[in-house]
Each structure stands twice: as C-alpha cells, then as structure tokens.
C-alpha cells in the first residue's frame, strides 16, 4: 500500500510541470468558451453531429499547431481524442435507438459502455504517467493468508461488474428460447431470466474468487458468515428475493397487472428482486411494495384473467317518476358513453326504497382499469344531464318540523288562580 501511494505522489511531480499546468488552464478556458458560445443562435442551427466534433476538434488541431512549433502538447491531444470518443458515444446512442427502446438504450450506455470506455481512458492516462504491469504486481494486503495485489483486485472488480451488468441480454435471450421451446408463460420467462442470470453471476464470483487465490476453506467461511448474516440482518432481503423469485414463477404479480392498494387501482411496472414498483394514476406516484406482502397481505387484481372491470352508480330518482323508466334510461345513458362497453351490456337495478328516493343501481363495463374514476366522471355527468331532459327529479333528504299546541300538564293546584268575575 506504501509503494502505491509513493507512485501516486510521483504523478503529482509529473502534473506540476510548466507544461503540463499551461494545457490544463488552456483546456479549462477553451471548454468555458465553448459553453458560453454554443448558446449563441447560429451556433444553435449547426447540425448536432458537427456541433460535437467541433471543440474536441479544436483541441486535436491546437495539439498539432504545438507539435508542427515543436512543443510539447501531448495533453492537449490525448484529452481532445478522449473528448472525441466520449461525443461518439453521444451520436452512438441515437443509432441504437433506432433499434431498441430508448430506457433500454439509455441502461446500455448507463451502466456498460459508458462507464467501460472512461475505464478504458482512465488507464491509457495512468499509463502515461507510469507503467501498467508495475502497478498491477503492488500488494495491497492479504485476505484469508493470500497476497492481493493491485492488478487482481482491479480485474476482480471489473469482472465483477461485467457480470453484474452485462449477463442480462444473454440471459434473457437465453430464457426466450427456451420459452419458444417449451411453451412456459411470460412470468415463468422471467423468473427463468433471473435465475439464469444469477447463477452465472454466482459461477463467476466464485470464479475470481479463485483467481484472487483464495482457496476452498476461505469461501466456506465467507459462505458460513454471509449465512449468519441471513439469519439475523438481511433475511427480510433474502425472503423479499424467493418472494420475486416465486411471483414470477406464479404469474400472479406481473408487469401490466392491475392490484387495488389502499382502494386505489395501481399498475405494476416492475417486478424486482426485493420490490415491485406500481404506479398509481390519481397522483402519478410510484410506491415500492415488499415481494413478501403479496404473501401476507390481501390484494384484489383486475387482470387476472382479463382487463375487463365492472363498474357500479348508485342514484337515486324520486317516487313520482316510474321505475320502468329510470331504469331504461339509466341503461340507455350509459351505451351512450364512448369509453362503456356495449357488451357486456350495463344493467341497471332498483335496489333500495330509501327515505327521500327510490334508489337504483347502474352497473357497466369497462376495458380499462386505471380509467375507471375518469369513466365514472363521465357517466355521472351523463345521468345529469338525461334526468334533466326528461324532468326526472333527483331528490336530497328533507326534514320537516311541525309544532303543535299541547295541553297543560299543570296539576289543579298548581295552577294560576283565576279572577273571580262574579260579584254579588
């Protein structure tokens, strides 16, 4: 670790050169120009791949203007080429979207080729400065009695990483076919996805792990600890991750699905390892909800087998108006709402003789779930409107108070005395 931080130290003696110094504030000031020039209006109607050669350009051409003078202006060039391969990728993802979705472009260029190519620029920079194959046999420690160096933790992470990020196309290419192959549903094809994926990713943990150097016994005590840890600290994460694993297998929870959540229709975007990620349409909001509550707690779906939903309106009509009519009206109105569906047929239904009002039931289909507030919205509107046009009364609860003259309760003695108008 000592003689990694000596090199280290050495590469500041190599940036605090005149030279070195003086392309790094002509970098700085020639990046500032270009951002405070770029929001000019002409240079707004340059073409966008022009537009992202131009300053990294500027800096491979003042590099060769240095070289042509005899100076010494290698910086220039690398961070211009560097620069340029960055804005490559920019122009690489408008290509790749045209042939995948943009979330899945955006993932790719996230998390695996972006972050791969300033690895990449990262260690041609510090080959510059030092040798490569000197710094990779650096001992930074020992781990279980085995020597890692600097080299195979570099590698170790790397891979690591790539096996993370990079084993999800093949895995789920591989899960497709054999879906095509053996007919299982589109939940069991994700589930398979997953566990493809994982065991890969576990073949080749296993295999840097030997790499490193560590031996059989070291990983049988890592497996002893990470067992402990289930035990008491993650396991409501390991019993989340079989919760996914087992939804996906199930298909009762899938992407797409509709679940009522505190009575409010929510649909599933994302079916995770720990977590399902719904989105709920009233207030744009997306909860995460533990696997393991699917197990413990209720949870209505409307799209188990079907997106249809029924739908209910309580109204109430006054007594005078006869009920044959409501109810045709009531069914008429709704056929007339563009989003209820003509078959199944609404149905309307007296069910109650209430207080102030015969009330009725309206109950109709609808193809979408998530609308069904918006849908209810249009047929209350709807059944306004068609009782006004036929005069058909809508009555609210009345009270009326009546008060009547009581007789005296007062007892013959207790009560006032009369004058007396009789005289003799």
Same mark, same amino acid.
């Given at each position: 670790?000592?003689?990694l931080?000596?090199?280290?130290?050495?590469?500041?003696?190599?940036?605090?050169?005149?030279?070195?110094?003086?392309q790094?504030?002509l970098?700085?000031a020639?990046?500032m120009?270009?951002?405070?020039?770029?929001?000019?209006?002409?240079?707004?109607?340059?073409? @966008?791949?022009?537009?992202?050669?131009?300053?990294?350009? *500027?800096?491979?051409?003042? =590099?060769a203007?240095a070289k042509?003078?005899g100076?010494? #202006?290698g910086?220039l060039?690398?961070?211009?080429l560097?620069?340029?391969?960055?804005?490559?990728l920019s122009?690489?993802?408008?290509?790749?979207?045209?042939?995948?979705?943009?979330?899945?472009?955006?993932e790719? $260029?996230s998390?695996?080729?972006?972050?791969l190519?300033?690895?990449?620029?990262?260690?041609?920079?510090i080959?510059?400065l030092?040798?490569?194959?000197?710094?990779?046999v650096?001992?930074l420690?020992?781990?279980?009695?085995?020597?890692?160096?600097?080299?195979?933790?570099?590698?170790?992470?790397?891979?690591?990483?790539?096996?993370?990020v990079?084993?999800?196309p093949?895995a789920? *290419?591989?899960?497709?076919?054999?879906?095509?192959?053996?007919g299982?549903s589109?939940?069991?094809? @994700? %589930?398979?996805?997953?566990?493809?994926?994982?065991?890969?990713v576990?073949?080749g943990?296993?295999a840097?792990?030997?790499?490193?150097?560590l031996?059989?016994t %070291?990983?049988? %005590?890592?497996?002893? *600890?990470?067992s402990?840890g289930?035990?008491?600290g993650?396991?409501?994460?390991?019993?989340?991750?079989?919760?996914?694993?087992?939804?996906?297998? &199930?298909?009762?929870?899938?992407?797409?699905?509709?679940?009522?959540?505190?009575?409010d229709?929510?649909?599933?975007? @994302?079916?995770?390892?720990?977590a399902?990620?719904?989105?709920?349409d009233r207030d =744009?909001?997306?909860?995460?909800?533990?696997?393991q509550?699917f197990?413990?707690?209720?949870a209505?779906?409307y +799209?188990?087998?079907?997106r249809?939903?029924?739908?209910e309106?309580?109204?109430?009509?006054?007594y005078?108006?006869?009920p044959?009519?409501?109810l045709?009206?009531l &069914?008429?109105?709704?056929l007339?709402?563009p989003?209820?569906?003509?078959t199944? #047929?609404p149905r309307a239904?007296?069910v109650?003789?209430?207080?102030?009002?015969?009330?009725?039931?309206?109950r109709?289909?609808i193809?979408?779930p998530m609308?069904n507030?918006?849908?209810?919205? &249009?047929?209350?509107? %709807?059944?306004w409107t068609?009782?006004?046009r036929?005069?058909?009364?809508?009555?609210?609860? $009345? $009270?009326?108070n009546?008060i009547?003259?009581?007789p005296?309760?007062?007892?013959?003695?207790? #009560?006032?005395?009369?004058?007396? @108008? +009789?005289?003799?």
């Amino acid at each position: 670790m000592n003689q990694l931080f000596w090199e280290i130290i050495g590469w500041l003696g190599y940036l605090q050169r005149a030279s070195i110094m003086f392309q790094l504030l002509l970098i700085i000031a020639l990046v500032m120009a270009w951002r405070i020039l770029r929001q000019h209006p002409r240079l707004e109607m340059i073409p @966008k791949p022009l537009g992202l050669l131009i300053a990294p350009g *500027g800096l491979v051409l003042l =590099n060769a203007l240095a070289k042509s003078l005899g100076w010494d #202006a290698g910086l220039l060039g690398y961070l211009g080429l560097s620069w340029l391969g960055w804005n490559f990728l920019s122009l690489l993802d408008s290509l790749l979207q045209q042939l995948m979705p943009a979330p899945r472009v955006h993932e790719l $260029q996230s998390r695996l080729v972006r972050p791969l190519y300033l690895i990449t620029v990262v260690l041609m920079f510090i080959n510059r400065l030092d040798n490569i194959n000197d710094l990779s046999v650096i001992e930074l420690g020992q781990v279980f009695g085995v020597s890692v160096t600097l080299g195979k933790l570099f590698t170790s992470l790397v891979v690591s990483y790539l096996l993370l990020v990079g084993t999800g196309p093949p895995a789920a *290419g591989v899960s497709w076919l054999l879906q095509k192959l053996l007919g299982y549903s589109e939940g069991s094809r @994700k %589930a398979v996805e997953l566990i493809i994926r994982y065991v890969v990713v576990g073949i080749g943990v296993t295999a840097v792990s030997f790499h490193i150097g560590l031996n059989g016994t %070291a990983l049988v %005590a890592i497996a002893g *600890g990470l067992s402990v840890g289930l035990g008491f600290g993650i396991k409501e994460v390991f019993s989340n991750f079989i919760s996914g694993i087992w939804l996906l297998f &199930e298909g009762s929870v899938r992407p797409g699905e509709v679940l009522m959540v505190d009575n409010d229709p929510c649909e599933v975007r @994302k079916l995770g390892l720990r977590a399902t990620l719904l989105w709920r349409d009233r207030d =744009n909001a997306e909860l995460l909800i533990p696997n393991q509550m699917f197990f413990t707690a209720q949870a209505t779906s409307y +799209t188990a087998t079907d997106r249809l939903r029924r739908s209910e309106i309580r109204i109430g009509a006054a007594y005078r108006h006869d009920p044959r009519q409501v109810l045709q009206l009531l &069914e008429e109105t709704a056929l007339n709402v563009p989003r209820v569906l003509k078959t199944p #047929a609404p149905r309307a239904l007296q069910v109650k003789y209430g207080d102030s009002a015969i009330e009725y039931s309206l109950r109709y289909w609808i193809a979408d779930p998530m609308s069904n507030i918006g849908i209810v919205s &249009e047929v209350n509107q %709807a059944i306004w409107t068609a009782f006004k046009r036929e005069g058909i009364e809508i009555p609210f609860p $009345q $009270q009326v108070n009546t008060i009547r003259d009581q007789p005296s309760l007062m007892s013959g003695r207790d #009560a006032p005395e009369k004058p007396d @108008k +009789t005289r003799r």
